[in-house]
């Protein structure tokens, strides 16, 4: 059975700095994989490799396409939505603007209007402030603004580096909970990115732990939990 | 032992060039005629100016397109207070240098609110305005308006066997090289390091408690006195200066200067300076009518293929040196 | 009483012509993010092929369409081959393109044109507007076709899909292109598009202030006024900044002695720099609100 990402041998750099040597890991369909690690381990860089956002090298495939040589864009065309570090939202332009230019470059309006309201479903508090400039919302919202921002084009798979970040622990278990309801009610696999191991182990089925650059453990969730060593220097217990 | 032979032999190799040129160019009065000694003049007057934008835009990181104006202050500070009131020339110098400098704090106060574009746009503005305040009828009686002031040369103190161009020239060269070491200090000193780190993060340096403010404004004040002076020598130089001396034109040429120079890069004036002067007669050379265009087209050139301007070629030397085992 | 609103009048009128430069000016600052110090020179090349289209017997409304057409193609020309490149470079370097771009442009047209100064047509005509006395009919023309522009716009900007993506592209092109938004080819559109507003301006301008290649360089200043004064992210701004510089402008030159005929320049620079400095967003911009 192939997966729905793909990756072999990515190796990435920024200008002459390189950051990633040359990892593998996979994204299953309808799955949730996890990248763990601490700070400056290359979570967030092996994100935007995927996104064609930095130089990279290796083989990247989603859905069977190879995407390693396309640019932003295309690659965002093909159905992968990146939700990146620092949120990224429009902050001039207004909450339901913001959601707008998720769906700007899809041409079926109806589908769009109904994806519009399945998103205000999934987060009442934006249909609140529709009408507020995106600046103007606090953390919390700016990122659920981000996460259905990615959802309004319709991706097959979400890209989440550290959502939890400066978020309050209440806002946080209500955004894991509606990434739960997005994978299994949408289908929707998802490659997440986070500090918060624990939290993320806590919805992911497969996890990946990453140490400069390379991966240092990969496995199911579970196992990762069940590591003693893992365990005591990232979960500590 | 062979670090001290090393280490002098490093030294001598920076100071070798920087020495060379100051002494060839003292030597100049005696081989060049009136006219280059007036060339060389003006180049050097364009290397101060430009020295002082650098100061502002290099090590503080703002950004000026009007700095033709506070060369105009100058300018016209040191003709009125020579032409009108006797004062002599090495106390209208400095007077100009210090006139210019309050200009420039009021205008770095306001400045200080303004980042970028804005800044830029302003700065825009100040540039094509001033020609037209310097044509104020209110302040004719003073600026004499439109037709200008002539402005007498400084003339070689009684005994020296110099012409009004040669001892112009030193007064320039004196002053120039004054204005470098100035420039150098101020850069390596507290003062010039707070205000990199002002450039390179200001929200660092804030919460370091640099205080932005007063070096920003500091800043635009010593760039602007540079200019002054520097306008001030121009006015002697050139024995006239009217209000259409200083349009945009002037404040686009330092701009230009600085780039072609190389932001942060002290020594780049003076080819800024060489550039400034040398390429529109150049470029006139290859077409008259063309001549604008052909400047423009050599600047964006430069920008393209050699952005950093002449500054890219320093590190190559100090590369070299180091390598040497 | 009357010399009041005949000056209030006749600023509206002068106003009309830095509001069209204002748009011009707020258009490319959408578009890319930047102010454009060449628009004025590009408009007025642009204002010279047009007429030169005029002098080979081109009628002139066809002369026109087909200036704003090239002039779509200069901007974008402009932005694909010097602009694209500079993306990544310090603003320093930036304007000094931009200053290379307005001496090359100024030059070239000096070069082909010479600087005599020539007269251009208005399609409005010349006489008063409907027997009133304060108001000519090209100027009538003048307004009315700002107005239009601005308009359609403002149409462009809130209601059509490329608009919104280009406000978004602007606001944070990283972002865009994750949402599969070609920021490049948007940049161009924006060059094409300023650079075709440029050209319709200095068509409205041409027949008040003569052609001649040094035409925009006051002209220009008030622009940046009535830009800075509407605030530059918002197109009516643009129009309402620029009517009120003419007005200010106008008002203050009757009323204000000293001012007189001779300090405007300085009234549109101290106008920028109070603006800026009080109320950087202008009247009808908005406030970029950062919460940390």
Redesign the interface.
């Known amino acids: 059975m192939s997966h729905l990402l793909e990756v072999r041998d990515l190796a990435a750099a920024y200008d002459r700095t390189r950051v990633l040597h040359g990892l593998s890991f996979d994204v299953a369909e309808r799955g949730i994989t996890t990248l763990l690690g601490a700070n400056g381990a290359g979570k967030t860089s092996t994100l935007r490799a995927i996104s064609g956002m930095l130089r990279r090298e290796g083989q990247i495939h989603f859905a069977g396409r190879p995407i390693g040589r396309l640019g932003t864009e295309d690659i965002a065309r093909l159905g992968i939505g990146h939700v990146p570090d620092g949120r990224g939202t429009f902050t001039r332009l207004t909450v339901e603007e913001n959601l707008q230019l998720g769906s700007v470059i899809r041409r079926d309006t109806d589908v769009i209007r109904q994806d519009m309201e399945r998103v205000y479903a999934y987060f009442p508090v934006l249909q609140q402030r529709r009408l507020q400039q995106a600046g103007t919302l606090s953390g919390g919202e700016q990122q659920m603004l981000a996460v259905a921002r990615a959802l309004m084009t319709r991706p097959r798979l979400l890209l989440l580096d550290e959502p939890s970040f400066g978020l309050a622990p209440r806002v946080v278990r209500e955004l894991f909970n509606i990434f739960r309801q997005l994978n299994q009610e949408e289908g929707i696999s998802l490659l997440l990115v986070e500090q918060n191991a624990a939290l993320a182990l806590s919805i992911a089925d497969s996890a990946y732990l990453l140490e400069t650059g390379r991966i240092v453990f990969a496995g199911t969730a579970e196992a990762v939990r069940q590591n003693d060593g893992i365990r005591r220097a990232y979960l500590g217990s | 032992m062979t670090t001290n032979l090393l280490s002098l032999r490093v030294a001598s190799q920076h100071l070798l060039a920087p020495v060379g040129i100051v002494l060839a160019s003292m030597a100049l009065p005696a081989i060049a005629n009136g006219f280059v000694l007036f060339q060389a003049t003006q180049v050097m007057v364009f290397a101060v100016a430009i020295l002082g934008l650098n100061l502002l835009v290099g090590f503080s990181g703002q950004l000026s397109l009007g700095h033709g104006a506070f060369f105009a202050i100058g300018a016209y500070v040191a003709a009125i207070l020579m032409g009108q009131y006797d004062v002599p020339y090495w106390l209208a110098l400095p007077a100009a240098g210090v006139v210019a400098f309050v200009f420039g704090l009021l205008f770095g106060l306001p400045a200080l609110r303004l980042e970028g574009v804005y800044l830029a746009l302003a700065t825009f503005s100040l540039a094509i305005a001033t020609p037209q305040i310097l044509k104020l009828s209110v302040l004719t009686p003073l600026t004499g308006g439109s037709p200008g002031i002539a402005v007498s040369k400084p003339q070689a103190p009684l005994g020296l066997p110099l012409t009004d161009d040669q001892w112009l020239y030193y007064i320039a060269l004196c002053v120039t090289g004054a204005q470098y070491l100035l420039a150098r200090n101020l850069v390596s000193s507290r003062s010039g390091l707070a205000m990199l780190a002002v450039k390179e993060d200001p929200v660092a340096a804030k919460a370091m408690g640099v205080n932005l403010s007063v070096y920003k404004t500091l800043a635009f004040g010593t760039s602007a006195a540079f200019n002054g002076i520097a306008g001030a020598l121009s006015a002697m130089a050139v024995q006239y200066i009217s209000p259409d001396s200083f349009t945009f034109y002037l404040s686009a040429s330092i701009l230009v200067g600085l780039v072609v120079g190389g932001v942060g890069w002290l020594p780049g004036a003076f080819f800024g300076a060489l550039f400034v002067l040398l390429v529109p007669n150049l470029a006139e050379g290859l077409s008259k009518g063309l001549s604008g265009a052909v400047y423009g087209a050599i600047l964006i050139a430069l920008i393209f293929f050699l952005p950093s301007g002449a500054s890219t070629f320093r590190s190559a030397s100090l590369l070299r040196t180091r390598r040497k085992p | 009483m009357e010399l009041f609103v005949q000056q209030l009048v006749a600023g509206l009128s002068t106003g009309t012509i830095y509001a069209c430069i204002a748009l011009a000016v707020v258009m490319i600052?959408q578009a890319i993010?930047?102010?454009n110090?060449a628009q004025g020179e590009m408009a007025m090349l642009s204002t010279f092929v047009a007429w030169q289209l005029m002098q080979l017997g081109v009628p002139y409304w066809l002369a026109f369409v087909l200036t704003v057409v090239l002039s779509f193609g200069m901007g974008l020309l402009i932005e694909r081959t010097?602009m694209r490149?500079?993306r990544h470079?310090?603003?320093?370097?930036q304007?000094?393109?931009f200053?290379?771009?307005?001496?090359?442009l100024?030059?070239?047209a000096?070069?082909a044109w010479n600087f005599t100064v020539k007269p251009f047509p208005t399609p409005f005509g010349t006489g008063p507007f409907l027997g009133a006395s304060w108001i000519s009919q090209h100027q009538a023309g003048m307004l009315a076709s700002t107005l239009a522009i601005l308009a359609a716009l403002v149409v462009f900007f809130r209601f059509t899909?490329v608009g919104?993506?280009m406000?978004?592209a602007t606001?944070?092109p990283?972002?865009?292109?994750?949402?599969?938004?070609?920021?490049q080819a948007l940049e161009g559109l924006g060059w094409g598009l300023a650079s075709a507003i440029g050209a319709v301006a200095g068509m409205l301008i041409a027949p008040i202030v003569f052609l001649e290649p040094n035409m925009m360089?006051?002209t220009?200043?008030y622009g940046?006024?009535g830009a800075?004064l509407g605030g530059?992210?918002s197109p009516a701004g643009a129009v309402l900044g620029g009517l009120l510089v003419g007005v200010l402008e106008n008002m203050a030159g009757t009323f204000i002695p000293?001012i007189?005929g001779?300090?405007?320049?300085?009234l549109?620079?101290v106008t920028?720099?109070l603006v800026?400095?009080i109320r950087?967003q202008g009247l009808l911009g908005?406030k970029?609100?950062?919460?940390v």
């Open positions: 600052y993010g930047h102010v110090f010097l490149r500079l470079a310090p603003p320093l370097s304007v000094a393109v200053i290379g771009l307005l001496l090359m100024n030059s070239a000096g070069y899909r919104l993506s406000r978004g606001s944070h990283v972002s865009a292109r994750l949402l599969g938004i070609r920021v360089a006051g220009l200043i940046f006024a800075v530059l992210g000293v007189g001779e300090l405007k320049l300085t549109a620079l920028i720099v800026l400095v950087p908005r970029l609100v950062h919460r």
